[in-house]
């Protein structure tokens, strides 16, 4: 009888080689690493669109492997992952729920942390807002890293949100809908993508053609927090700090093109 684990174990080393030769051979996909990563260390992304289908999250795994990362990485998911059913895909992708436990125990772990603090906001961008970061106020992250003692490694990816047009973020249909409430969802975009043509949320959710677009992914230096500053000004400036890297980056891009 097969070993389940054994077998996760294989997979898992097969799509360390197929995504970062896929994101490279499709996408073009460019990594620039401005300074070491010291480990273990808490690594906060931008969302490009979507979920455990978001071009970014598969960038973050040709990140680590180009890092030659040691310790493993724990990436915190949004918990409407497990809510539609694909707990188990995110746990395959050493996903765990986003909660103060799960970042505790993978700290414990003496694992690196990945977090998306933009979640479903940042993720849900309208195209006019593609090259945007959006946090969305929260500084949770920067709490995690402060109470921990780690220092945050920002990373950023151009060119997502080029791999299929989103209408708008649906946050005013979402919000109607009670599923801020519910499912703890500010956004419901509205895309056109290939297959599932016009549609609301579900792009997001299930995987979709993208657009040939160039990716370009920068690993900013480790930053720490200052003597007495604030976890939302620590939080606040980590942000900034993307977005003017994401400013460089896309800084004469051409849709698609790069």
Request: proline residues 7%; aromatic residues 6%.
């Amino acid at each position: 009888m097969t070993d389940p684990s054994s077998t996760a174990s294989a997979l898992k080393s097969v799509m360390r080689v197929a995504v970062p030769n896929y994101l490279r051979w499709y996408h073009r996909h460019e990594i620039h690493i401005d300074a070491e990563i010291p480990e273990p260390a808490l690594l906060v992304a931008n969302h490009g669109f979507g979920g455990l289908v978001d071009l970014n999250v598969l960038a973050m795994i040709a990140v680590r492997e180009k890092a030659a990362l040691r310790r493993p990485t724990t990436a915190l998911v949004h918990q409407v992952a497990w809510t539609v059913g694909a707990g188990r895909i995110a746990e395959f992708l050493d996903g765990r729920p986003a909660s103060q436990e799960s970042a505790d125990a993978a700290f414990a772990a003496g694992h690196n942390v990945l977090v998306f603090p933009g979640g479903d906001v940042d993720a849900g961008k309208s195209w006019w807002d593609r090259n945007q970061v959006h946090f969305d106020a929260r500084c949770g992250f920067a709490r995690l890293a402060m109470s921990h003692g780690v220092p945050v490694v920002p990373v950023v990816t151009a060119g997502a949100g080029d791999s299929l047009f989103v209408v708008s973020d649906g946050r005013r249909l979402a919000q109607q809908l009670g599923l801020p409430r519910r499912l703890r969802m500010k956004a419901l975009p509205i895309s056109v993508t290939i297959p599932w043509g016009l549609n609301i949320g579900v792009a997001g959710m299930l995987p979709y053609v993208a657009l040939p677009t160039k990716l370009v992914t920068a690993v900013l230096p480790p930053m720490t927090p200052h003597a007495g500053e604030t976890a939302e000004d620590f939080a606040a400036r980590i942000e900034a700090a993307m977005q003017a890297r994401l400013d460089t980056l896309v800084a004469n891009r051409k849709p698609i093109i790069g």
